[in-house]
């Protein structure tokens, strides 16, 4: 294990000054470095550069699905899910209601059971009512590219 002092000192840092700016603070504010759960400052980088691969499919869906909407070959689609409106909500309360919701907790650190609660999430998405539009919208998985 090797502590790395300076990134602790940042994050803490940071922390601190987004508590301050909401106000209230949900959950734990432990940051884990140099511990069992996160041995060095590179496994923090990769645990943390994980969420965008999650992340920016997802975005992507969704900026793309107002398009979709318009366009009379896709538009079927987007009504099957209830409409833009609802199918935009159905994707995002699945994956924050799935996401973190912390079936991936091993005991390890905080983002070890989110990350693999959102990786769960991302397993089954080819099982959800919208995975139509995911494909329609250029999705290609969370770990390749997704076309814009």
């Not at 959950?27 to 041995?39: A, E, T, Y």
Request: aromatic residues 10%.
């Amino acid at each position: 294990m090797q502590n790395p002092p300076a990134v602790a000192s940042m994050m803490r840092n940071i922390l601190s000054r987004v508590q301050s700016r909401v106000g209230s603070w949900v959950g734990l504010s432990v940051i884990h470095l140099g511990d069992r759960d996160v041995p060095n400052a590179l496994m923090f980088i990769d645990k943390y550069n994980q969420v965008p691969r999650i992340l920016n499919p997802i975005v992507g869906v969704i900026e793309k699905l107002s398009g979709m909407a318009s366009d009379p070959a896709l538009k079927y689609f987007i009504s099957e899910q209830g409409g833009l409106e609802n199918a935009t909500k159905s994707i995002l309360c699945d994956f924050f209601r799935h996401g973190f919701d912390g079936s991936g907790d091993d005991g390890g650190s905080c983002i070890d059971g989110r990350l693999t609660s959102a990786w769960n999430w991302c397993s089954k998405i080819e099982k959800k009512s919208y995975y139509t539009l995911f494909l329609l919208a250029g999705f290609q998985g969370f770990d390749g590219s997704f076309k814009r």
